[in-house]
């Protein structure tokens, strides 16, 4: 194969492996890049969304004997997925998108840690805003803590068995798809679920990586192009 690529463009390119390598020392970079980008849409809008979706690193079947992406501060754990009814192995990832689909903070987490501890995040990196959720952030102890805190107001669909129940906003539903469009194209377009990192610096890496290339795309669209931010498989040039 590589007298195949000799003399060619491919000849003289660094090994698969040197590449990771060095992509995950511009771990820090790479986040920095994609914090200036985003952030060139924040004076856009004061309304966020929040949720989550799960990181599988290897099926269940593997899971005992698998020592993959795990660190002394930070393991894989099991844990489950609503929205696709099946159980998983790996991490959750949170993340918060503005009603534009541009993504903000975003962590990873042990796929068994609740959705609503990441709001303890988000009311460092946000203030005076409005931030829509499902039902997986229903929490009145959060709620009051994040307007206290930062003046974050945080609107979730009620469960029909609450007491004074209120049917949610038709609007507000309308903008909390924005971030599951979003995911889904991460899913779709970049692989975000599938995972071949085996650390656990690599994996987020990899997914900081897609997500900072999903933002300069939109970038792209929406400063250079000046055409709609989220059609992502447009053609760059």
Not at 142 to 159: A, E, G
């Amino acid at each position: 194969m590589f007298r195949c690529i000799s003399r060619t463009d491919l000849d003289g390119k660094i090994e698969r492996s040197v590449y990771n390598k060095r992509r995950r020392n511009l771990f820090h970079f790479i986040e920095k890049i994609r914090e200036t980008l985003s952030g060139k849409f924040s004076e856009f809008t004061d309304v966020f969304i929040i949720d989550s979706t799960p990181i599988e690193i290897c099926k269940i079947s593997r899971a005992k004997r698998s020592a993959i992406c795990s660190t002394p501060e930070i393991s894989p754990s099991y844990g489950y997925c609503a929205a696709q009814k099946t159980k998983y192995f790996g991490y959750k990832l949170h993340a918060v998108c503005d009603k534009n689909g541009i993504f903000h903070p975003f962590d990873l987490s042990p796929a068994n840690v609740h959705d609503v501890n990441y709001l303890n995040d988000v009311k460092e990196n946000f203030k005076n805003c409005l931030l829509i959720g499902d039902r997986g952030y229903i929490s009145k102890e959060f709620q009051v803590d994040l307007f206290n805190y930062s003046t974050i107001k945080l609107s979730i669909p009620m469960r029909k068995n609450q007491h004074d129940f209120v049917e949610f906003s038709r609007t507000k539903s309308k903008i909390r798809k924005r971030i599951e469009t979003a995911i889904c194209q991460l899913g779709g377009q970049f692989s975000i679920n599938i995972n071949f990192a085996k650390s656990f610096l690599g994996l987020a890496t990899r997914i900081a990586s897609k997500i900072a290339s999903f933002t300069m795309i939109q970038y792209l669209n929406f400063f250079v192009f000046k055409r709609s931010l989220n059609k992502t498989k447009i053609n760059l040039c």
